[in-house]
């Protein structure tokens, strides 16, 4: 991580804070916040349902690229990557348009890191390093909060960056500490992860480094003001803090701390409980016709034959015809998303019908706790939308036991 084009923060004349709870904002300033509130909230529900429609053409491009013929595999390889990219992209707008629900998820730093430099860092004119020490471990959050996060310190960062000659880096690092009770005021004693963003950029003044941390304030002609009051309220709700030590004219470190996790995540599909009747058909259950139509083709590719139904009441018709003759099913692709009845409404129907059946749940959202929903609820597998043709290969294998 040694560079020698980025200076070390000097400790003479360093500056440092820690952020602190919101202070209660004065009348005319909650004023405006309501009117800003409000103004957002209605741009939300926009940008939720674009969101939606994006996801749905995603869906539709990663079908197609995966019906492909593998003429030119390293292209489609690329062209797979390149998608589920957009679909991380696209399930951040959704959450940021929308109030949190607080799902969490065990996730590694290493990853966001690399998202942060796909997305902010795209944007930089500075040099990005990434070092992530072996012993960080994981911690437990919504991976979309801590990418949010980390995104708004590296664009803060970018921002300070000094004009031509200066040579802009910005280096993300993460470790595992232990804190000793009172070493940092509001955290408890333990071991937590530390990721950091430093940059070499114009650094902070110590007159205004505890205000950073308040809603509304900056220094910039065109930002809101939000980006370190929300970054700080996130890290908070996970029981840690974020921090920063400055010097003007040298850079800014700005460090978050969060409580070190201690087990795994689970998987996304469970094995079948026995193997019955292998007819080599699947039962695919959206209301999108044109994504009935690319799964059907990824499932060819699968050597499936496979049938579409485009709500509940036609699903349990066509399931219905072909259990009634003994050639059920391999499986149903069952969207939770569906128009008129939900998706687990509509697996709880046939779950009475058939007990034994094997469904798999699509949506465009993934995270531990609906994972762990439609698992508990009867699912044996879950994909999120859209998906490669390897992902669903694989839970198709582990759900039905071949």
Same mark, same amino acid.
């Given at each position: ?22 202070? @209660? ?31 749905? #053409? ?54 966001? &890191? ?35 996060? #980390? ?62 941390? @308040?809603?509304? &304030? ?45 087990? @795994? ?17 699947? #039962? ?64 709880? @129907? ?53």
């Amino acid at each position: 991580m040694n560079d020698e084009n980025h200076q070390s923060l000097g400790e003479e004349n360093q500056v440092s804070s820690f952020g602190r709870s919101n202070p @209660e904002l004065k009348s005319e300033e909650l004023y405006q916040a309501l009117l800003k509130a409000d103004k957002s909230h209605s741009i939300a529900h926009i940008a939720s349902g674009l969101a939606q429609e994006m996801n749905d #053409l995603l869906t539709r491009i990663m079908g197609a690229v995966a019906s492909l013929p593998k003429t030119e595999t390293n292209h489609i390889a690329q062209a797979e990557e390149a998608l589920l990219e957009a679909r991380e992209v696209n399930r951040r707008l959704q959450h940021l348009t929308l109030a949190s629900d607080g799902l969490k998820k065990e996730v590694k730093l290493k990853p966001i &890191f690399d998202q942060v430099v796909n997305t902010a860092g795209a944007a930089s004119v500075a040099k990005l390093e990434i070092a992530v020490q072996p012993n960080t471990g994981s911690v437990v959050c919504d991976p979309a909060e801590l990418l949010q996060v #980390l995104s708004n310190l590296v664009r803060n960062a970018t921002e300070a960056m000094t004009p031509p000659p200066h040579n802009p880096t910005i280096q993300l690092t993460s470790e595992l500490v232990h804190l000793s009770a009172g070493e940092i005021p509001s955290l408890a004693e333990g071991n937590y992860v530390k990721a950091e963003v430093r940059d070499n950029g114009c650094g902070i003044s110590g007159d205004i480094i505890d205000k950073i941390w @308040e809603p509304f &304030f900056t220094t910039k002609k065109h930002a809101s003001g939000l980006g370190l009051s929300s970054s700080l309220e996130i890290i908070q709700k996970l029981g840690g803090t974020v921090g920063v030590t400055s010097e003007v004219g040298v850079g800014s470190a700005f460090s978050v701390f969060i409580p070190c996790a201690n087990k @795994e995540v689970t998987t996304q599909a469970n094995a079948a409980p026995s193997v019955r009747f292998k007819t080599g058909r699947i #039962l695919v259950v959206d209301t999108d016709s044109q994504i009935r139509q690319v799964l059907s083709s990824m499932l060819e590719k699968l050597d499936y034959r496979s049938d579409g139904a485009r709500d509940s009441e036609e699903a349990l018709q066509q399931y219905k015809r072909y259990f009634e003759i003994s050639r059920p099913y391999d499986a149903v692709l069952i969207d939770l998303n569906l128009e008129g009845v939900l998706g687990e409404t509509l697996f709880k @129907e046939l779950s009475q019908y058939d007990p034994e059946i094997r469904a798999i749940a699509m949506s465009p959202k993934q995270d531990a706790q609906i994972m762990k929903n439609t698992i508990d609820l009867g699912f044996c597998g879950f994909l999120q939308k859209p998906f490669k043709l390897s992902e669903l290969g694989g839970v198709l294998k582990t759900v039905l036991g071949s």
